[in-house]
DNA sequence: AGGATGATTCTCT
DNA sequence: GAGAATCATCCTT
């Protein structure tokens, strides 16, 4: 396989045989994984530590209602990118699950940032650490990804790469954030007691 | 064509 | 904890 983006030491690729399982499964999994994004200004990224699984015929699911222009991605093969806009203003990131035709994916909703930490602060606009990435629209906002790479390939072939991180050390599961719909499925992944965790924490703490 | 709806974030109290 | 900001997207109340 021929990549453009550089691989990092220590760091596999993940494969699109990783993702099409089972989507709660791979939401579990990609706690530790790390999204990395190559710019020209230079590599921004860090290790996931929370996610949501969002699965085909699940009513709270973007693929819900079937394929539409903003989310055929969903339903495209595993291992792509599925980026959309929130509120307006605000972009999410998924990483797409299952087989083609399938209309899944795992929403990242967090990472400990790791790489370019400068450049992220630069585009967040802020100093701390623990507030540049711990939120869907904030980590899309100190990546630089936006509806430009919607669509892009996430296992080497594009500007976005997901590759395999440490594992975490406990997994917490609790119901999805901001949904109005199936909200008893605790189908939200979280590295237990991360800093880098979004809010509300699904162990209490605030 | 127009209204309703958010897989959010920020700034208050 | 609550409310506002703000607009892409979807469906038609």
Redesign the pocket.
Known sequence: MTRTSPTLPGCEPWTEADLAGDTLEVARRLLGACLIHCLPEGMVGGRIVET?A?LAGDP????F??P????HV?FGPAGRA?V???????H?V?VVTEGPGVGA???V?AIEPRWGLDLMRAR???EDAR?LA????????ALGID?AVDGCDLLGAGRLLLCHGEPPHGVTAAP??????ATEKAWRFAETGSPWV?R?RPWGE?
Not at 84 to 90: E, F, K, Q
Request: glycine letters at 12%; one cysteine or more; proline letters at 6%.
């Open positions: 949501e969002y709270a699911s973007h693929s209602r079937g539409t222009p903003r989310n969903m599925y959309y806009v929130s509120y307006g203003i605000h999410c998924n994916a795992v929403l909703r967040r606009g802020i507030e711990s939120g869907p629209g904030k980590l899309c906002q509806l999805r954030v901001g949904i109005t719909k979004s509300p605030r």
